[in-house]
């Protein structure tokens, strides 16, 4: 059974960071790509940022490059999103994701496989 359990959440003030962790099983971590993804009250959920299989090439959405460091560690199976500089329009419930994709890409159009239950993250103003 794939598990995707986030951790790190929680309130931060504008400009602060914070460190999110995923702790990924019951597949072959090393193979496939994994993301994070966001949903904000009231809006869809949007990919964030998706580091590769192969290679660990990454993705991110242009609100927050620069500011944001999706990292994996296969020998651990995690997965983790360091962001700075964070904004009150950061603020979401953020979820790990994966997909069985191989190879150097990760964005696979946003369309993964499984979700994390999500952990909240407020950045207040």
């Known amino acids: 059974e794939v598990q995707l359990v986030e951790s790190g959440g929680g309130l931060v003030q504008a400009g602060g960071s914070l460190r999110l962790s995923c702790a990924a099983s019951g597949f072959t971590f090393a193979d496939n790509a994994v993301g994070w993804f966001r949903q904000a009250p009231g809006q869809e959920r949007e990919g964030v940022a998706c580091v590769s299989a192969i290679g660990g090439r990454t993705f991110y959405i242009d609100p927050v490059k620069d500011r944001f460091t999706i990292s994996r560690d296969n020998a651990k199976n995690m997965v983790y999103l360091q962001m700075n500089s964070l904004r009150a329009e950061d603020s979401a419930v953020y979820y790990c994701?994966?997909?069985?994709?191989?190879?150097?890409?990760?964005?696979?159009?946003?369309?993964?496989?499984?979700w994390g239950q999500g952990t909240q993250v407020t950045v207040s103003s």
């Open positions: 994701a994966m997909v069985f994709l191989r190879g150097t890409s990760c964005r696979q159009a946003w369309q993964y496989d499984y």
